[in-house]
């Protein structure tokens, strides 16, 4: 076991002593998941008190640097309202909102079964089974989006921007953006201008997941075990994830050419929500998501120069390529 | 004259590729290597071609603020550039003090038709600069 890994466990087993329900129980197969992008995530099972007692539990810790500033306290007391919703999610266990036991903030939370593929709808599966599953992930979406945020008790966690949404989210990732630029930007300053000045009401107010993407669908043959990474939810315009999903960068995850269009996406999400889009409408959010994603890239980015992550981030050409000609194309 | 940088750098990613062979290496070490193989294939494909692109770029973003800044302060229209023409880092910093300037003249540019014929020229540009970075 290396070094990293036993102070791991000693600090695992010192926070779950604590713990209620623990006693009589070990830490098992303990180890590092694959490069999670914005956490450091450790896999373990938690055996015992009794002898066919086995809980397959994920540690989810902050990592020095990364491409996202989130609470770890606001994700867990979400997850933890969501248990009560008939969405797949996982079941949150224990919180250490401060890392003061764990060295980070972390949460932990079930273990669900099933594997994530974030090219799934554009893999090896018959066509017939991509558009299929395309066609559940939208109804996913739909029904986060569905969710009761205020029976759930979410609005006690999550601030409502009210028909605001579109300028509290621009100005949360200009607030971002000014934080973390190691230089001037031109090109992100005309993206705010262009979003600042075109940014409408909302006509609607749920629960955003602001990262809905196949990479964080957990699947068991083609029926979905779970939606994770609930970092950056928050409630806001159900157009946002639909601008995240169907925005340039991101059709490849998403849809599949001539068989699953955005347009096929647009219309059954309609359908199912009775919410019918514009396009001008829908543009302002994937504009706003190219955007986002450019911001991500340059938290990641001085991260990396501060030596507090490994990723070399790095605004892309793709990405702002990808922004200019969304701002430019009237 | 040698080893040049290009012979350094193709040198430095020929040790690394021997180092990714290794079958010790452990996920975590193979994925920095990877990293550092990518950072360092980036200088070799753009070291050389960064001052001639500043240079070029400078000329063009002195043009064009010289054209915009006067709609949102006079002040903001660049004073003569007076880095040596051929050090690179201070081409490159010079590059950076234009693009701050710019960034400035976009967020104070006035909705008017005069306003909004700076963008769409400024976005050109912009456009163009992304295609051609060498970096």
């Known amino acids: 076991m290396s070094d990293e890994s036993t102070a791991t466990l000693h600090r695992l087993q010192d926070f779950l002593a604590g713990q209620e329900g623990t006693a009589g129980t070990r830490i098992a197969d303990l180890r590092r998941a694959g490069a999670g992008r914005s956490r450091e995530n450790w896999l373990f099972d938690l055996v015992g008190p009794g002898p066919q007692d086995r809980e397959p539990l994920i540690l989810r810790s902050d990592p020095d640097g990364g491409l996202v500033d989130t609470s ?39 273990r669900e079964p099933g594997t994530c593929d974030y090219r799934v709808v554009n893999g090896e599966r018959p066509e017939a089974e991509r558009r299929a599953l395309a066609e559940s992930f939208c109804d996913l979406l739909a029904d986060v989006h569905a969710v009761d945020w205020r029976g759930l008790g979410l609005d006690a966690v999550l601030p409502d921007p009210g028909e605001h949404a579109a300028r509290h989210e621009l100005d949360h990732w200009e607030q971002v953006l000014r934080q973390d630029q190691l230089e001037a930007l031109p090109e992100l300053d005309l993206a705010i201008d262009w979003l600042r000045t075109r940014a409408r009401p909302s006509r609607r107010t749920v629960l955003v997941h602001a990262d809905y993407k196949p990479g964080n669908i957990l699947l068991e043959g083609d029926r979905v075990s779970s939606l994770l990474d609930w970092e950056l939810a928050h409630l806001g315009d159900p157009l946002e994830d639909l601008g995240w999903v169907t925005q340039p960068l991101r059709a490849g995850e998403h849809l599949i050419d001539g068989v699953w269009t955005a347009e096929d996406l647009l219309t059954r999400y309609a359908a199912t929500t009775g919410l019918h889009i514009e396009d001008d409408e829908l543009r302002w959010w994937v504009v706003f998501s190219t955007f986002k994603t450019a911001v991500m890239q340059v938290s990641g980015l001085r991260a990396f120069t501060e030596g507090r992550s490994d990723e070399p981030y790095r605004p892309t050409r793709r990405v702002l390529a990808t922004l200019l000609a969304a701002l430019t194309e009237d | 004259m040698h080893p040049t940088v290009d012979e350094q750098l193709t040198g430095a990613l020929r040790l690394l590729d021997v180092l990714q062979t290794e079958d010790e290496l452990s996920p975590g070490g193979q994925e920095v290597l990877t990293n550092v193989r990518r950072l360092l294939g980036k200088v070799q494909r753009s070291w ?7 240079t070029a770029d400078n000329a063009e973003l002195t043009a064009l603020l010289a054209r915009t800044a006067p709609l949102v302060d006079p002040a903001l229209v660049p004073a003569d550039d007076g880095a040596p023409p051929l050090d690179a880092v201070a081409v490159a910093t010079r590059n950076a003090q234009l693009r701050a300037l710019l960034s400035q003249v976009v967020t104070g540019l006035p ?21 051609t970075d060498p970096t």
């Open chain 2, 111 to 131: 909705r008017t038709p005069e306003g909004d014929a700076a963008r769409a020229a400024i976005g050109d540009h912009l456009r163009h600069r992304v295609d």
């Open chain 2, 48 to 54: 050389a071609a960064q001052l001639p692109f500043h």
């Open chain 1, 72 to 110: 770890r306290a606001q994700e867990f007391a979400v997850l933890r309202a969501l248990e009560a919703s008939d969405l797949p999610t996982p079941r949150v266990r224990w919180l250490d909102a401060t890392g003061a036991q764990l060295g980070s903030p972390s949460l932990l939370m079930r």
